[in-house]
């Protein structure tokens, strides 16, 4: 701002300086051409008075360099000249001053010499004997005089402009630092021109729209940070070149990174070539979606494009652990092909029998044997069935009837109805504890406790015993099954809850398991917020633990 100051007040002042040198120089010329023509004029009157006196002998005797006076007869021959033999000049009837001063007595005239940059200024006056008496006078043209005073106008202008530049350099300063002074922040609080004051109001008002604009932002940003702050689901935003604006925790989490890759380019915390892919498809097609797996969980990607006035501006990323769906899946995969096939078994055994039968192959004193066959396979098919019923209401999370439980009573009514089984495998079960009660679902603890201390009847040795006691805690009640039987190996003990899983196949077909007791026990317990825990080495025995809250 202060060079553009500086700049219009030098401008000013040069073109000031030249218009005033352009006027004076006029006015000058204008002043001092009317000088001359009014001593010309009176040159010729006394010369008028000389010639009608003397003649030609008033005239031979002048001299001067400045004026040249010429005698001319009425029909315009040249009597006499001051500069040049009359008898070479031409005839001067045609002259303007010549004429006017034939017919008026009086004349003037100036004519322009190009070659000489001259004007020459004529005045005539007749004579009394009719003749006309001329004078004339050189003047320099305008143009002549300026180009002849060059120098001294450049000096003028050099001196002039080098003032100017002085007084401009310090008067834009001081123009200048009043508004370079301005507090911007606080608008009103400046003390400068009054021309700037609705400037300053202006700039004011916006201060107070932008501060209520950020602080809405701002609101907006804390809003957004804390609702994608709690979500579980990774959220990574991107723009168009692929540098990070926003990442949530839980996409730190799974990319392990942290908020500092703000900023940076999304390579920089997941190199992987599918996922660079997936976000560049994204940008090209709308949306894509990808899965991988990161530290043994399994995620899915989906990558959106997103646009404004119809122009792309970034992505967003979502990651979901769909880990536990994936298992959930596996798991469904495996518990349907496993029930087919646990199904088939007794029904396969049922239709053969039932064929036999149907065909007369049967002897009339085997006929007693295979439909006992028939019926255990039925009671067996039955027994899976329900299995299944009672797994898939505990998946489902239904509500059951819940009331006060005796954990002591529902251990004791357990033995009584496995003493029949534990005689015929030669296992003895002993009961201990105290009386402890819960607010629960009998059945499914009557379930928990028969399952434990069937497995650890059918599991058990030749003399075996298994121990079932009811104990509390300050904050758990606790029941434990104990046997010491064949153990269970360290790597199997993580899937002996699973569906239809066994630790000794063959041993497990002639016990005739349908391999969903222990899986049934880990989701009872879950229905009642409770935890399992297992103890077990090889060939002494197993300890399995179930410790239910008090305070669900």
Not at 49 to 70: F, H, M, P, Q
Not at 221 to 250: H, R
Not at 329 to 338: G, L, M, V
Not at 347 to 356: F, H, R, Y
């Amino acid at each position: 701002m202060t060079k553009k100051i500086f700049k219009s007040i030098v401008l000013v002042a040069g073109v000031v300086l030249l218009a005033s040198i352009v006027i004076i120089m006029g006015v000058l010329y204008q002043y001092f051409g009317e000088v001359q023509e009014n001593q010309m004029k009176d040159e010729l009157s006394i010369s008028s008075v000389a010639v009608e006196e003397d003649g030609v002998t008033y005239l031979s005797k002048l001299e001067s360099n400045r004026y040249r006076i010429t005698w001319i007869k009425a029909d315009g021959t040249v009597i006499y000249d001051t500069k040049n033999g009359a008898d070479t000049m031409e005839n001067h009837a045609d002259r303007e001053e010549v004429r006017e001063a034939l017919s008026s007595g009086e004349g003037e005239g100036t004519r322009y010499s190009s070659t000489l940059l001259e004007n020459t200024m004529y005045c005539a006056k007749r004579l009394s004997d009719g003749t006309v008496l001329r004078i004339s006078m050189s003047r320099a043209s305008a143009g002549a005089l300026a180009f002849g005073m060059i120098q001294p106008i450049l000096i003028v202008l050099i001196v002039a402009l080098a003032l100017s530049g002085i007084l401009a350099s310090q008067i834009s300063k001081r123009i200048a630092r009043p508004l370079n002074d301005l507090d911007l922040e606080h608008p009103l609080e400046n003390n400068t021109y009054d021309e700037i004051s609705p400037l300053l109001n202006r700039i004011n008002f916006q201060h107070k729209e932008i501060k209520s604009q950020v602080k809405e932002l701002q609101q907006k940003k804390d809003e957004f940070n804390q609702i994608t702050s709690s979500m579980n689901e990774g959220l990574v935003l991107l723009d168009n070149n692929g540098t990070i604006l926003s990442i949530n925790p839980a996409a730190q989490n799974i990319l392990e990174t942290d908020e500092y890759c703000i900023g940076k380019d999304f390579l920089t915390i997941d190199r992987r070539h599918d996922m660079s892919i997936a976000i560049q498809n994204a940008l090209n097609n709308g949306k894509s979606e990808i899965r991988s797996e990161i530290n043994g969980r399994e995620y899915q990607f989906d990558i959106s494009r997103i646009q404004s006035a119809n122009k792309t501006i970034g992505a967003v990323l979502l990651a979901f652990d769909i880990t536990e769906r994936e298992l959930a899946e596996k798991t469904r995969r495996e518990f349907t092909a496993n029930v087919s096939h646990e199904l088939k078994t007794p029904l396969q055994g049922i239709i053969g029998s039932a064929e036999l039968i149907e065909g007369g192959m049967v002897k009339p004193e085997d006929m007693p044997r295979f439909v006992s066959h028939i019926k255990e396979e039925a009671k067996r098919l039955v027994v899976l069935i329900e299995d299944i019923i009672r797994l898939s209401e505990l998946d489902e999370g239904s509500a059951m009837p819940q009331s006060e439980v005796d954990l002591l009573n529902i251990a004791n009514e357990v033995k009584n109805n496995l003493d029949e089984t534990a005689k015929a495998k030669n296992v003895s079960i002993q009961v201990s504890g105290k009386n402890v009660v819960i607010e629960g679902v009998k059945r499914l603890i009557y379930e928990i406790i028969f399952n434990l201390c069937d497995n650890a009847i059918k599991y058990n040795k030749d003399g075996g015993k298994v121990d079932i006691s009811v104990s509390e805690t300050e904050s758990n009640s606790v029941i434990k099954v104990k046997d010491n039987g064949i153990g269970i190996a360290p790597e199997e003990q993580n899937h002996i809850f699973e569906r239809f899983y066994r630790v000794d196949k063959s041993h497990s077909k002639a016990s005739g398991g349908t391999g969903l007791g222990l899986s049934i026990v880990k989701h009872a317990v879950q229905y009642h917020n409770g935890t399992v825990t297992i103890d077990s080495q090889i060939g002494k025995g197993t300890e399995i633990t179930i410790a239910i809250p008090k305070n669900k």
